[in-house]
T-cell receptor, first 115, second 109 residues
Framework: ETGVTQTPRHLVMGMTNKKSLKCEQH?????MYWYKQSAKKPLELMFV???????ENNSVPSRFSPECPNSSHLFLHLHTLQPEDSALYLC??????????????FGPGTRLLVL | GQNIDQPTEMTATEGAIVQINCTYQ??????LFWYQQHAGEAPTFLSY????GLEEKGRFSSFLSRSKGYSYLLLKELQMKDSASYLC??????????FGAGTTVTVRA
């Protein structure tokens, strides 16, 4: 496979469930990102990992918990979500250089519905 | 915070030209990106501008004026497959990327 892949593509969960989203990049990049995309709203940056260390957490509720075990894999663990968390969750990766991160490449997203 | 504005929707005819404008106010500037996103799919990279002027890539061109905080994406010879959402994104002084809400372009036969 090439590019950035995400699983599952669709997920329906209850507010008491625990689930995880998975992202894998095959581009040799050293930075990975989680974004939330709600209808008619801009993409919201949730988490940034650079060289497997979290460098940014944009005040995301603790019911979202990221994990980056290596530079190719990124997880988003979900627990006790709310209906307003229903959205498209996008993963992206880029190559960070000494002058700043280069172009971000996105996965297809996981469409999440919280009932 | 960052402020990035672009029109919500645009409609054009197959074979025509459409120009999508984007204005921004950010904390510093380290480049502007345009992405295309088809419904249910990943945003895909279209263009990058960091200096003033026009960048041309086939049927797509992107223009930047840093002094005006303004960019546009020009789509020429529109095809049905160009129907998608177009996202303007600006990288600030901390190299953080902020996105506009996207412009949905509908191409009609």
């Amino acid at each position: 496979e090439t590019g950035v892949t995400q699983t599952p593509r669709h997920l329906v969960m209850g507010m008491t469930n625990k689930k995880s989203l998975k992202c894998e990049q095959h581009l040799g990049h050293n930075a990975m990102y989680w974004y939330k995309q709600s209808a008619k709203k801009p993409l919201e940056l949730m988490f940034v990992y650079s060289l497997e260390e979290r460098v940014e957490n944009n005040s995301v509720p603790s019911r979202f918990s990221p994990e980056c075990p290596n530079s190719s894999h990124l997880f988003l663990h979900l627990h006790t979500l709310q209906p307003e968390d229903s959205a498209l969750y996008l993963c992206a990766s880029s190559q960070e250089t000494g002058t700043g991160a280069e172009t971000q490449y996105f996965g297809p997203g996981t469409r999440l519905l919280v009932l | 915070g960052q402020n990035i504005d672009q029109p919500t929707e645009m409609t054009a005819t197959e074979g025509a030209i459409v120009q999508i404008n984007c204005t921004y106010q950010t904390s510093g500037f380290n480049g502007l990106f345009w992405y295309q996103q088809h419904a249910g799919e990943a945003p895909t990279f279209l263009s990058y501008n960091v200096l003033d002027g026009l960048e041309e890539k086939g049927r797509f061109s992107s223009f930047l004026s840093r002094s005006k905080g303004y960019s546009y994406l020009l789509l020429k010879e529109l095809q049905m497959k160009d129907s998608a959402s177009y996202l303007c994104a600006v990288r600030d002084r901390d190299y953080k990327l902020s996105f506009g809400a996207g412009t949905t372009v509908t191409v009609r036969a």
